[in-house]
């Protein structure tokens, strides 16, 4: 299948988008979402390191490989809301299930609203199939062929995911899309006026193309520009302009605009370095002539830029592409989406001088629409493609994805910064999770844990909660119990010096005395410390002396054992050698 400018075609093949049959021409992609962690935040060093990153992925970008990297922001948390509400009947408690039913009504009310928001980010690498079957083959042996072809292109999709992980590491998660992950991307990106997931998430039909399967609304051209599609006006807007200067964190601009109803796709195809230098060669032999004419100190600034440009190509230090970067809009109204490509437009005009370009053509902004397809990367029509090299590219990539915890498994449910929801999980992986809440004095940390504790209560048999005063007494009594209060002066209390029937060991006593060294205020000279530490050690000693006296005196036959086994430990530990292993020791004396 050659390139075209027309809307591009094809199956969902084995976990696999292939576009066109398994020929010559094909195009054979696939997706992976990316979760990168939250950088909005994150200082300097953090953002240039990741950064850095995203420039090795570039990197795998090679002759024969293009990629295409897809950004928009979703509302819909029915996936993660509709479980959490029905776990909330099994539980007993009327507390756990008031609380969790509140935050449940709560959110569905603004889901419904589409108030909630989550940036949702993915990258499709794509491949060309160059091999040929010919023409005079069976079928059998064509199944075999193309199963062998398929089988090629997975192991290529395979080895470049592991290079993406070994990149990313561990804060960024990465998961494949399979068939089902892909016809809802494309069914989202075809149907954008369709809000019901039971459409989204349809079985596929093997007999079924792409479009047969996710495009159900044809594209009207609009005389005013753009076109109409599922119900809604459509603009498209392409990146004419890079930005003067970039830095970590620009693409913000375009990713934090307050839109639910546009997406980003950025096309990326290697360029070939030898032909870029032999081009800058050129432009540098143009200008030495102009200057050896006219002795414009602007001509040699150029001539400079220039050189620097070709070294750094030449070098390896930079790596150059043509990307087109679109940008698409939509509207139920014709005037509620001038609003939102006003938006658009006013956050390019803030990234350093960047420049954009609409598409009032009905034909040209339906080409551009057909080449933001999902994995579509090969597109005939490349008339806004822009060169870009790596250093800034990596900067302007939608490298941004909203967190959200571990919210497909959350036991509790909270508002995230931007409009999202935060979901928290007591257990990950099967092992409890660690918590610090940190903040002032009157700044809510007892309400939140309150909150939290009613969410996650009915996941608990028994909830232990010791605390200095009765911040959490509410909690309590809304789970039928009583608060154990302990006093000074109550007939309960917590003894330190009690061994709960075990030996007494050193560490028993350096805690005693640690204990009580904080209750009496330590000073601040260590010389007076240590002092202090020492005169009670030697009461503890005499304390837990004159508690052993007594009770030898009421129980004269274990005393007399117990002494006994005491002088023949002391006798063992004198014939030891001294070069004796744990478990040699331990073997002797239980021969003995």
């Known amino acids: 299948m050659k390139p075209h400018t027309d809307a591009p075609n094809g199956v969902f093949a084995d976990d696999l988008l292939l576009y066109g049959s398994l020929e010559r ?5 696939r997706g992976y979402w990316f979760e990168p962690p939250e950088l909005r935040g994150a200082s300097h060093e953090r953002k240039n390191a990741y950064q850095e990153k995203i ?3 570039l990197a795998l970008v090679t002759p024969g490989l293009r990629l295409q990297a897809q950004f928009h922001p979703d509302w819909d948390y029915r996936p993660e809301i509709v479980p959490y509400t029905g776990q909330t009947p099994g539980f007993a408690k009327t507390a756990v299930r008031r609380t969790r039913n509140e935050r449940s009504t709560r959110y569905g009310r603004r889901l419904l609203g589409r108030q909630l928001r989550r940036e949702r980010f993915a990258v499709f690498p794509s491949l060309e199939i160059t091999d040929y079957s010919g023409n005079l083959r069976a079928r059998s042996s064509l199944r075999t062929r193309y199963a062998a072809l398929l089988s090629q292109a997975k192991a290529r999709f395979d080895e ?14 990465i998961h494949a899309m399979g068939d089902a992950d892909h016809r809802a991307f494309l069914f989202d990106f075809l149907n954008p006026g369709v809000t019901a997931q039971g459409d989204r998430q349809r079985a596929i039909d093997p007999a079924l193309t792409i479009q047969e399967s996710c495009w159900h609304s044809d594209g009207v051209g609009q005389p005013d520009g753009g076109f109409v599609l599922d119900g809604c006006h459509h603009a498209v807007l392409v990146l004419s302009r ?21 997406r980003i796709t950025v096309n990326v195809v290697p360029a070939d370095t030898r032909r870029e230098v032999t081009r800058e060669e050129h432009a540098m032999e143009r200008l030495q002539g102009e200057y050896a004419d006219k002795r414009r100190h602007s001509l040699l600034v150029a001539l400079q830029k220039k050189e620097r440009k070709v070294e750094s190509l030449a070098g390896g230090f930079a790596r150059p592409f043509h990307v087109t970067y679109i940008l698409r809009a939509w509207d139920a109204t014709r005037a509620g989406l001038r609003e939102k490509v006003a938006l658009i437009q006013t956050a390019i005009r803030g990234m350093n001088g960047a420049q954009c370009f609409e598409c009032a053509l009905p034909t040209s902004a339906k080409k551009l629409f057909f080449a933001s397809w999902p994995g579509w990367t090969h597109s005939a029509y490349t008339a806004h493609a822009v060169y870009a090299e790596d250093a800034y590219l990596a900067d302007l990539l939608p490298f941004s994805a909203t967190f959200t915890g571990r919210l497909a498994e959350a036991e509790a449910l909270y508002d995230g910064s931007h409009g999202n929801l935060v979901g928290v999980s007591t257990f990950a992986n099967g092992s409890p999770q660690h918590a610090v809440i940190v903040g002032m004095t009157g700044s809510g940390k007892s309400e939140f844990t309150n909150d ?8 608990f048999v028994h909830t232990l ?9 509410a909690f309590t009594e809304a789970m039928g119990e009583t608060p154990i209060v302990i006093q000074p002066d109550s007939p309960l209390t917590l003894n330190y010096l009690d061994t709960q029937g075990l030996p007494l060991t050193q560490l028993q006593l350096t805690s005693s005395v640690a204990l009580l060294s904080r209750m009496i205020g330590e ?7 240590a002092l202090r530490q020492a005169q009670l050690a030697q009461y503890i000693h005499q304390l837990y002396h004159d508690a052993f006296v007594d009770w030898s005196r009421r129980h004269p036959d274990a ?13 063992w530990r004198a014939k030891l050698p001294t070069t004796a292993t744990p478990l040699e020791a331990f073997a002797d004396f239980r021969d003995r």
């Open 242 to 262: 890079w930005p003067r200067a970039t830095y970590p964190g620009i693409v913000s601009h375009l990713t934090s605009i307050g839109l639910l109803d546009y």
């Open 55 to 57: 420039r090795s992925l």
């Open 452 to 459: 939290l504790l009613l969410q996650t209560g009915g996941h």
């Open 25 to 29: 021409g094909a195009i054979c992609t």
């Open 559 to 571: 005393a007399h054992e117990a002494e006994r086994l005491a002088c023949a430990v002391h006798r």
């Open 523 to 529: 000073p601040a000279d260590p010389e007076k410390s």
């Open 160 to 173: 470049f995911e592991a290079a993406m992980r070994a990149i990313f590491g561990a804060e960024t998660a």
């Open 465 to 473: 909660l010791i605390e200095e005063g009765f911040s959490y007494k």
